[in-house]
Every structure is written in C-alpha cells, then in structure tokens.
C-alpha cells in the first residue's frame, strides 16, 4: 500500500481556511480509501505554531471501507494574525504516513501576491503618406480633413477626387443600367455594345 491509496484533504477540496483572531475555527478532514481492500485504524493528528492553539488535534477514522470516505472535525484557535502553515498527519497500522499542509490565515493579512505591473503596450506609429494640399501645397497627410497650415477645409476635395477617380474606373450600360470596368465593350448582363 501507498500513498496513492488515500485521497487526503480538506472537506470540499479548499486550499486554505480563513478566520479572524480569538475566534475558534472548525473545519473538516476527509480521508477517502481509494482503494478496494478494508483499511484498518486510520489517525490524523494535526500539528502548528504556538500562535495558533489546537482545541482538537487527534482524531481517530476507524477502519476505511474500500471506496469510502470519513470526515472528522477539527478545532483551532487562532492567537495571533497572520498566516500559519499548520501540518494534518495520516497514519495507519499497515504504516501509512501521509502529510497535509493547511494554510489558515488570521485576520486582514493577505497572502503574499506578486505585485500587478502596469505595463502598457508600446504605441505603435502609424506610417502616414504625405501629400500636398490642394490650396496652399504644404505637405500635410493624406487621412487629414484639414489643412494645418492654411486650415482650408480637405473634405469636399476628397470628395469630389473619390467622385472622379469612380466616374474614370466605371461606366453604365445604356440599355440595362448595369455598372461595368471603364474598359468594357460589351455589357455583361445584356450584351449590349457600350462606347
């Protein structure tokens, strides 16, 4: 038999308990027989620090079925805040000896966290292409919609440039309306010829 034979923890699988000062703390103990023989006489005797006084501190499961768990209660009393490793010690007559740390923190005291670093993300540049504005021919860039050197207003002229650019790359179908490339001959919904 080995360690593997128990599943040895705090009830509902916590990490640590939580309490405040001078106030008595009482948590559960589960040992779970993973295996499928009977185990007889199973003992769990916690141990601590002189801050925190263990008002229960042995209890004895009796023998374990095979796949079965036992749940015993344990009491402490914490002196001090802060926080304390105490240390759940399981052993059996077929000699059997597994430890459980507890982490029971006392009062406002956290536990030590690392430190959250505000790291901000480096800004990237944005690559903008310069042009010359169509009034006074400064170099200003090419999204702006006003000129910073002659503060003229850009957006009725890019509007206008957008409108010719689409009249020079497109032209309609006479007959059916449809829109085809500048360089078409033929219509290629209705066939028509188109100039």
């Keep these: 038999m080995s360690a593997t034979d128990f599943h040895f923890s705090l009830k509902g699988n916590v990490d640590s308990l939580y309490t405040t000062l ?11 027989n993973l295996t499928d023989n009977y185990i007889p006489q199973v003992k769990v005797k916690l141990s601590g620090p002189p801050e925190v006084k263990l008002l229960v ?6 023998g374990i079925a095979k796949r079965n768990s036992k749940n015993r209660l344990f009491t402490v009393l914490p002196k ?28 406002g005291i956290q536990e030590a966290t690392k430190p959250i670093s505000l790291v901000s ?24 919609k006003f ?30 309306g449809r829109d085809l490339p500048i360089e078409a001959k033929f219509c290629a919904k209705c066939g028509e010829k188109v100039e």
């Design 80 to 107: 001090a805040d802060g926080i304390f490793t105490l240390t759940a010690t399981l052993t059996t007559k077929k000699g059997h000896m597994i430890e459980l740390p507890i982490t029971l923190q006392v009062g």
């Design 121 to 144: 993300k480096p800004v990237e540049e944005k690559s903008t292409v310069k042009v010359n504005c169509p009034f006074c021919g400064d170099k200003i860039d090419e999204d702006a």
């Design 22 to 32: 001078n106030k008595r703390k009482e948590f559960y103990i589960t040992v779970q």
């Design 57 to 62: 501190k042995i209890e004895f499961y009796g």
């Design 147 to 176: 000129c910073p050197h002659c503060g003229s207003d850009l957006t009725e002229v890019k509007k206008e440039a957008v409108e010719n650019q689409e009249e020079k790359t497109s032209k309609q179908c006479h007959n059916c």
